[in-house]
């Protein structure tokens, strides 16, 4: 469990750096500028208390493939939950608004989250471009205000979970450890990378902070300099260890005996005397520190011609102290041929003595520079590696820096709202949405769908804030009994129907559970689907918060989890490397009719002379 601290404060929480929870950087001045001067604005205009409906959502999926993980909803809620303007910050805006009214600060001073509502996805839960994350609605003179933030808090939470989740689907079953923390952005890059990697799939950090706080285990072994600091024996200042049972042994003596014995036995085709003195010297030092956890760094001097061989000379001595070694890591070289030919020798020192069928089964872990593509190209390789520390390209997203998130207005005092650009992918689909997952008969899920409120097929999932059924009225320019007609939100020709079966009833349970992978049935006519499955259907929102914290927040642990589980219902074609399969986002009929309608009428109509 994550570390809390008592602050001086007993009304206060602080979990090492944050705040109730709460990243003490993540404030109500952590936004743009302009948040601020709009926010004046409305205020001045008497608008602020107008009802507002924001969508927050990102365009296209990450890293050239077709998911996202989304993440970061937790500090979000914490950011609302918290979010007031303190007297410093009042006299600061005071000095970039010279001239605005004193009126405004006093606004700015009462100002909280209570009259804010947010719907958002679960947190870990696979997501597709263009269905909103987040639903914020209330006043839009606070609405306004949470843009930046919560962008800036989903942004870099989902873009590193969904890499992490990449790596850890290249990896397959491998343990996964992340050495990000000397490579990220500054010091809070490298608290959200740990965790948010966590999430997507690794196994533990290097980043000790980050373990303190969120209960990561941490991971680590040694670094080339600590190798390089022993030159000889002379630099074991301690050589003895206690053995299991309680013995006082120098291990130095024993592993050097252990070398002798090896070198008789086995032909490394290498002199002993090749054999850095210093390297074994520092094996044993950590050794003793760390006898039931000792993993040694090979590749300091040559790999195959000192470090293997002395690394299995304080291993085998440790095995007759009682202890087993966990393995090695190298940082450099070939890391396919390397962890091969290891493994080789491994094998020989097993074959060699019955008693030692342990050694060949030891831990491979290679680091340097490791990313998605090395990871796939060492698998068809044939590589002999256990596990893999990943730093730079994990935490700084290389391939892709940001996810592009954007926050934008849907409707306004119950009017729709649309902005409109010439690239399509722009244009948002106006007023306040009910989304859906589509799950097949073999338990993937097929297509996510948006709906206008008052979609006749989905008024049974309409309820009001006490939870009674809310029925609507609507008409429809084309109906199919028995099925929901799906259409992509900008492209005519491409729709799909889902055959539904029974009528659905609201559902607050979890999706089915994972099934085995197997594509859905489905007829191609053109540019249209016909997708015939016995579909279940769950809306994908919870109302997370209304003036304050409605639903009981997860743990890292269950997120990881809910990750995991997610990963495993969404269909192979969709995650894989090369030419992923794009997943269905599609509106309802009538949403589509209504995006079109109110994209013809608020379209400027050129006039040619």
């Given at each position: 469990?994550a ?14 750096l ?9 404030q ?6 302009y ?7 409305h ?5 602020s ?5 924001f969508?927050l959502?990102?365009?296209?999926n990450?890293?050239?493939g ?6 970061g909803?937790?500090d979000?809620?914490r950011?609302?939950e ?8 009042l ?5 970039t ?8 600060f ?17 947190e870990?839960?696979v997501?597709f471009?263009?269905?909103p994350?987040?639903?914020v609605?209330?006043?839009i ?5 949470l843009?930046?933030?919560?962008l ?6 989902s ?5 992490a989740?990449?790596?850890?689907l290249?990896?397959g079953g491998?343990?996964l450890l992340e ?15 740990s965790k ?13 902070l ?6 990561i285990?941490v991971?680590?072994?040694q ?11 002379s630099?074991l200042?301690?050589?003895m260890i206690?053995?299991a ?5 120098d291990?130095?003596?024993l592993?050097?005996?252990k070398?002798?014995w090896l070198?008789?036995?086995i032909?490394?085709?290498?002199a ?11 094996f044993?030092?950590?050794?003793i ?6 993993l040694a760094?090979?590749d300091?001097?040559d ?7 002395n690394?299995?000379s ?8 009682g202890?087993r070694a ?5 940082d450099?070289?070939?890391?396919s ?6 493994r080789?020798?491994f094998?020989?020192?097993a074959?060699?003595?019955s008693?030692?069928s342990?050694v ?5 872990v290679?680091?340097?520079?490791i990313n998605?593509e ?5 698998n068809?390789q044939k ?5 893999y520390g ?12 940001a ?14 709202k649309i902005k409109?650009?010439?690239?399509v ?8 949405k ?5 799950y ?6 097929i ?8 979609d006749e097929?989905f008024t ?12 609507f ?6 109906k199919y ?8 939100p900008?492209?005519?020709?491409k729709?799909?129907l ?8 609201v ?9 085995p ?9 053109g ?8 579909c279940?259907i769950?809306r994908?929102h919870?109302?997370?918060?209304d ?11 269950e997120?990881?989890?809910?990750v ?5 219902k969404l269909r ?7 030419n ?13 009719d209504?995006l079109?309608d ?6 400027p109509?050129?006039?040619l002379?």
């Amino acid at each position: 469990m994550a570390f809390v601290l008592k602050s001086d404060d007993e009304s206060l929480t602080m979990n090492g750096l944050h705040l109730n929870g709460q990243d003490s950087l993540v404030q109500a001045l952590l936004t743009d500028f302009y948040q601020i001067t709009m926010s004046y604005a409305h205020w001045l205009n008497k608008k602020s208390e107008s009802h507002a409906v924001f969508d927050l959502y990102f365009r296209k999926n990450p890293f050239q493939g077709e998911y996202t993980i989304f993440a970061g909803l937790e500090d979000c809620l914490r950011f609302v939950e918290n979010f007031r303007f303190s007297s410093s910050d009042l006299d600061y805006i005071r000095q970039t608004l010279p001239n605005a009214e004193e009126g405004f600060f006093q606004y700015l001073a009462e100002l909280d989250c209570r009259k804010v509502r947010i719907e958002a996805i679960p947190e870990g839960t696979v997501v597709f471009p263009k269905v909103p994350l987040l639903i914020v609605s209330g006043p839009i003179g606070i609405c306004q205000l949470l843009e930046t933030t919560l962008l800036n808090l989903v942004n870099y939470a989902s873009l590193v979970a969904t890499n992490a989740s990449r790596f850890k689907l290249a990896a397959g079953g491998m343990q996964l450890l992340e050495f990000g923390l000397r490579r990220a952005q500054g010091p809070n890059g490298g608290l959200s990378a740990s965790k948010y990697c966590y999430v997507g799939g690794f196994d533990g950090t290097s980043n000790v902070l980050a373990g303190k706080l969120y209960g990561i285990p941490v991971k680590g072994t040694q670094a080339h300099s600590f190798i390089c600091s022993f030159s000889s024996e002379s630099d074991l200042n301690i050589r003895m260890i206690r053995t299991a049972d309680g013995k006082e042994i120098d291990l130095y003596e024993l592993a050097k005996e252990k070398l002798t014995w090896l070198m008789n036995t086995i032909n490394w085709g290498v002199a002993r005397s090749e054999l850095s003195q210093g390297e074994l010297a520092s094996f044993v030092a950590y050794a003793i520190a760390f006898p039931t956890s000792f993993l040694a760094l090979i590749d300091t001097y040559d790999v195959l011609r000192s470090g293997v061989i002395n690394f299995l000379s304080v291993a085998l001595a440790l095995n007759d102290c009682g202890y087993r070694a966990l393995g090695v890591r190298i940082d450099s070289g070939d890391l396919s041929y390397l962890s091969k030919e290891i493994r080789i020798r491994f094998k020989k020192v097993a074959d060699a003595d019955s008693n030692l069928s342990f050694v060949s089964s030891l831990t491979i872990v290679a680091s340097n520079d490791i990313n998605e593509e090395t990871i796939i190209s060492l698998n068809e390789q044939k590589h002999e590696i256990n596990a893999y520390g990943v730093g730079t390209h994990l935490v700084t997203c290389q391939k892709q820096p940001a996810l592009g998130c954007v926050y934008k207005l849907v409707s306004c005092d119950g009017e729709p709202k649309i902005k409109l650009s010439q690239d399509v992918s722009k244009i948002t689909i106006p007023c306040k949405k009910l989304c859906f997952r589509v799950y097949g008969k073999s338990g993937n899920p097929i297509l996510d769908l948006m709906t206008i409120r008052g979609d006749e097929d989905f008024t049974h999932f309409e309820t009001d804030a006490d939870g009674n059924k809310v029925e609507f009225q609507s008409s429809r320019t084309e109906k199919y009994e028995g099925s929901i007609l799906c259409r992509h939100p900008f492209e005519e020709g491409k729709r799909c129907l889902v055959w539904r079966g029974k009528q659905p009833e609201v559902d607050s349970t979890p999706p089915p559970p994972p099934l085995p992978l197997s594509p859905h049935l489905s007829l191609q006519e053109g540019r249209r689907c016909l997708v015939s499955s016995d579909c279940q259907i769950h809306r994908l929102h919870r109302v997370y918060w209304d003036g304050e914290v409605k639903e009981k927040l997860p743990t890292l642990p269950e997120i990881r989890e809910h990750v995991f589980c997610e990963l495993s219902k969404l269909r192979g074609d969709h995650k894989r490397y090369l030419n992923p399969t794009p997943y269905k986002v599609s509106v309802s009929s009538i949403l589509f009719d209504f995006l079109h309608d109110q994209w013809l009428k608020n379209a400027p109509i050129c006039q040619l002379e």
